[in-house]
C-alpha cells in the first residue's frame, strides 16, 4: 500500500511541476498543442492528488463497518482519473480543430525544447507507476505512457515545422494524440467499470480455476463460483465444491488443498463451503440424481 500511495504522490508532484512549465512555454510559443496539453496536464494534476489522497485512505484497516477495508478507494480514484481524461480530451479538441481551419504560426524551437523536458519528466512518472498492480495505477500509468508518445509526435512535429513552415501540423497533432489518448482510456474505462461492477478480472481465466479446483483429489463439483477484484490487485473467491463424503471427515485439510491451488492464481481472500453429494443443491447435482 506504501509503495501505492508513494508512485501516485511522486507522479503528481512531477505532473503539477511541469504543467506550470508547459503552460508558460505554450503561451511563449504560441502552441495550441502545448497550452491544451497544458490544460490537459492540469485537469490530470487534480486527479493525480485525489488519487494520492485515495490510495493513502485506502491503507486504513478493516473496521466492524467496513469489513474489507477501505481499498476500493483507489478504484473509485480510478473512476474519477477516467472522467477527467475524457472530459479534458473533449475539451483540447473543441480548440484544436478550428485551427485546422486557421493556424497560427508557432515557435517550433520552443516546441522542441519543452518537448525534450516533457519527455523527461513523463517517463520518470511513468518508470514508476508503471510497477503498480492497482486499476488506479494501471490507470495513471497508461496515461502517462500517452503522455510520452505525445511528446514524441510533438518533438517530430517541432523539428519538421522548424525546416518546413506548416503551421497547421500543430493542432493535427494536437488532434491525433488527443484521439490516441481517448482510445487508450476507452481500454481502461472498460476494466475499471468491469471490477466496480464485481466482475471477474481481466487477469484471471475463471475457466482454469474451476479445472485447478476439480483436480484436488476428492471434488466432485464446482458451483456458485463468484470471482471479483477490490481494485484490481486485491482478488477475492467464493465457492460451493461438491467432495466425496469421506473427505467431510476432514473438511480443514480438503479447504487447504483447495486454497493452496488458488494461491496459484494469486487469490488473496477464499471462502470456501463444502458440500457432500447428497446435500449439493446444483442444477448439475440435480441431473445426476435423476439419472
Known amino acids: 500500500m506504501g509503495d501505492r500511495e508513494k508512485n501516485v504522490g511522486f507522479a503528481a508532484a512531477l505532473n503539477i511541476l511541469f504543467t506550470v512549465i508547459e503552460l508558460i512555454g505554450g503561451f511563449l510559443t504560441n502552441s495550441l498543442a502545448l497550452i491544451a496539453d497544458a490544460l490537459h496536464d492540469f485537469a490530470d ?33 480510478a473512476t474519477f482519473t477516467i472522467i477527467v481524461l475524457i472530459a479534458g480530451s473533449l475539451f483540447v479538441l473543441t480548440k484544436a480543430i478550428p485551427r485546422l481551419i486557421s493556424p497560427e504560426p508557432v515557435n517550433a524551437d520552443g516546441m522542441a525544447l519543452i518537448a525534450v523536458i516533457g519527455l523527461a519528466i513523463n517517463g520518470l512518472g511513468y518508470l514508476r507507476l508503471k510497477k503498480g498492480m492497482s486499476q488506479s495505477e494501471k490507470v495513471l500509468s497508461w496515461h502517462l505512457l500517452e503522455d510520452l508518445l505525445g511528446w514524441i509526435a510533438l518533438l517530430t512535429g517541432s523539428i519538421i515545422m522548424r525546416f518546413w ?16 489518448v481517448l482510445w487508450g482510456v476507452s481500454k481502461n474505462a472498460k476494466e475499471t467499470l468491469n471490477l466496480l461492477l464485481e466482475g471477474v478480472p481481466e487477469n484471471i481465466d475463471i475457466d482454469a480455476i474451476k479445472e485447478s479446483i476439480l483436480s484436488v483429489e476428492g471434488v466432485k463439483l464446482v458451483h456458485d463460483l463468484h470471482i471479483w477484484s477490490l481494485e484490481g490487485e486485491t482478488d477475492l473467491l467464493t465457492a460451493h465444491v461438491v467432495v466425496e463424503d469421506k473427505y467431510l471427515q476432514t473438511p480443514d485439510k480438503m479447504r487447504l488443498s483447495i486454497k493452496s491451488k488458488l494461491e496459484e492464481y494469486h487469490i488473496e481472500h477464499s471462502t470456501i463451503e463444502l458440500e457432500s453429494e447428497g446435500f449439493c443443491s446444483a442444477t448439475e447435482c440435480i441431473f445426476e440424481s435423476k439419472k
Open 45 to 77: 494534476s487534480f486527479a493525480l492528488i485525489i488519487a494520492w489522497y485515495a490510495e493513502r485512505e485506502a491503507k486504513k484497516p478493516a473496521t466492524s463497518k467496513m469489513t474489507f477495508g477501505y481499498r476500493r478507494l483507489s478504484l473509485l480514484s
Open 165 to 180: 513552415d506548416k503551421p497547421v501540423i500543430d493542432p493535427i497533432m494536437t488532434i491525433g494524440f488527443t484521439i490516441f
